[in-house]
């Protein structure tokens, strides 16, 4: 089992460049979600999907867009990266028990 | 959202027992109470999860008091592969959002 998939694992982009993250999960879950995570820091909730077709604001929104385009897949979209997106991104998905998560996106904004 | 206070860190020993004790006054009726764990450079992995009493699995234990105003995970003797960080969560489940603070870091020394 794949279980949570992310893409890329490692970026680098210029300030002002646009990308999105892709996260796919075999599992069968309803539940989606988009974490960062900065050195020494937990982990803060910027976008969620509790099902498909369905999005909603995190703690962290501003920056972000998001897409769940079917149950398995949910994006997270950077329109105009800055460097205060450098961070780890975590994908994850759950039953409504337990979350599994993706093996994150180092993501770096120069 | 039922919000968790946990201390940020804790030390102890090899093949000690250790309990990290998560508060959370206003937790609701609908949710459980669940632990993750996080190692560096990886996302967090689910531990346990309970509603009420006790629940013990492989890991480790978590028991939650009559009030339920506060949980205690423990751990018992830890080795140094248990050297991580431990998040409480608070959560009705399915569709909910996942909101991790700030968490425990454990360090175990040999």
């Known amino acids: 089992n794949a279980g949570v998939t992310q893409t890329p694992k490692f970026q680098v982009l210029k300030t002002g460049q646009s990308m999105t993250l892709q996260c796919a999960q075999d599992?069968?879950?309803?539940?989606m979600y988009w974490y960062r995570q900065d050195p020494g820091m937990g982990l803060r909730l910027i976008y969620y999907?509790?099902?498909?077709?369905?999005?909603d604001k995190g703690e962290v929104p501003n920056g972000y867009n998001v897409s769940r385009l079917n149950k398995r897949e949910f994006s997270l979209r950077l329109e105009s990266a800055a460097p205060s997106q450098t961070s780890v991104y975590f994908c994850?998905?759950?039953?409504?028990?337990?979350?599994?998560f993706g093996q994150g996106t180092r993501l770096t904004v120069v | 959202l039922a919000k968790t206070t946990q201390p940020i860190s804790m030390d102890s020993y090899e093949g000690q027992e250790v309990n990290i004790t998560c508060s959370h006054n206003?937790?609701?009726?609908?949710?459980?109470i669940t632990w993750y764990q996080q190692f560096p450079s990886q996302g967090p992995r689910f531990i346990i999860q309970?509603?009420?009493?006790?629940v013990t699995n492989e890991v480790a234990s978590l028991f939650i008091p009559a009030d339920r105003k506060s949980s205690t995970l423990s751990l018992p003797r830890v080795s140094l592969s248990d050297t991580a960080v431990y998040y409480c969560?608070?959560?009705w489940g399915n569709g909910n959002k996942l909101v991790f603070g700030a968490g425990t870091i454990l360090r175990v020394k040999s």
């Open positions: 994850a998905s759950s039953d409504g028990l337990e979350a599994f």
């Open positions: 599992m069968n879950h309803n539940s």
């Open positions: 999907s509790a099902s498909e077709g369905t999005t």
């Open positions: 206003n937790i609701a009726t609908n949710d459980y």
């Open positions: 309970g509603y009420k009493t006790k």
């Open positions: 969560l608070v959560d």
